[in-house]
């Protein structure tokens, strides 16, 4: 098995003209690529943690073609996550976990993968050498505009998340994400570029990317009152369970299935869904829904968000959803959606403040 972590001291001739899913063909597996600037400590960047979400390594490409020989004003460390799963197109492959699920180990976890143990070396490297922030860029399959997702709500990780979007998600479960971890030392986000090949979201990661090489201090970034940020508290993710027959309304696999979904329901990411709204029904052999709904604290609370009538899987408040798809594939390797509420900040300064209670 590969995915062991290589570190490397520059660039590799070539690579830069390769789209994701050629990078396999160079790469044995997740790399490290240590580029020495004017300025230190570097800015993380990670991109292909997915392997199926290559927008960040579009803005990677763009943002050292545009560089060439010169040397960037301030050291970069870019980690091309899982060139394997790339080259499939996958999010990860069958023998491989979730690469932005073990960057901590969780409880009760099995023997460490190669792809865990990477993660984790990243981390200590990160951790001892410094880091100015790190960026972490990822594409969703499903209808959602432009944001950012955090771990940690203080200052600086907002400042360098409002270079990317106005929308921010505060995202504290599960812990063993890539932007958890980091953010124990450092600013640390996750920006959601849109669905692949969707070049919009690419360009503003670029602008974020060559913004942050720019700076001597995360104190130039202005964000005034904090009156344009829209924070967002992620509250639960919505699982469809293993061996589920599920559907969306329309789709050929309706007939029969044990979970028939609203496809529409995507069009309103980042939207209010008012409670009563039905998210589904429930096949006619189905007794219970099978649906997994995490909460925040890593406890199963479906009745706190859902209740059935009449076969009917209603919302029982108002929700906002986040990154609900209609991709199969997409919903059995990760999620459904995840839900969500708004977190009501009068100024920028409340948000120090906030993050203590929460």
Known sequence: ?????????????????LPAAALGASL??????????????????????????????????????????????????????????????????????????VWRRALGEAPDHPLAAAAREVTRRMKREGCFAAVDIHNNSGVNPPHVCVAGIDWYTLRVASLFSSITVHVDHPQTIQTAAFAEFCPAVTLEVGRARERAGVERALTLLRTLLAMDSLDEISVGDGSGVKLFRALARVEIARGCRFAFAGEDAENGADLTLRAELEAHNFERVGQGTPLGWLGETTREPPLFVTARRGELDFDAFFEVRQRAVHLSRDVFFSMFTTNHASIRQDCLCYLMEPIELQRIEDMERHAERI
């Not at 520059?10 to 690579?15: K, Q, T, V």
């Open 1 to 17: 098995m590969t995915d062991s972590l290589e570190v490397l001291q520059a660039m590799p001739s070539g690579l830069l003209d």
């Open 28 to 101: 044995r597996g997740p790399t490290l690529i240590e580029i020495q600037g004017r300025r230190e400590p570097p800015l993380f960047v990670s991109s292909l943690v997915h392997g199926d979400e290559v927008g960040g390594w579009e803005a990677v490409r763009g943002l050292l073609r545009a560089l060439g020989r010169r040397a960037p004003a301030r050291s970069l460390r870019l980690l091309i996550g899982n060139p394997r799963a790339a080259a499939q197109g996958v999010r990860h492959l069958d023998d491989q976990p979730d690469f932005n699920r």
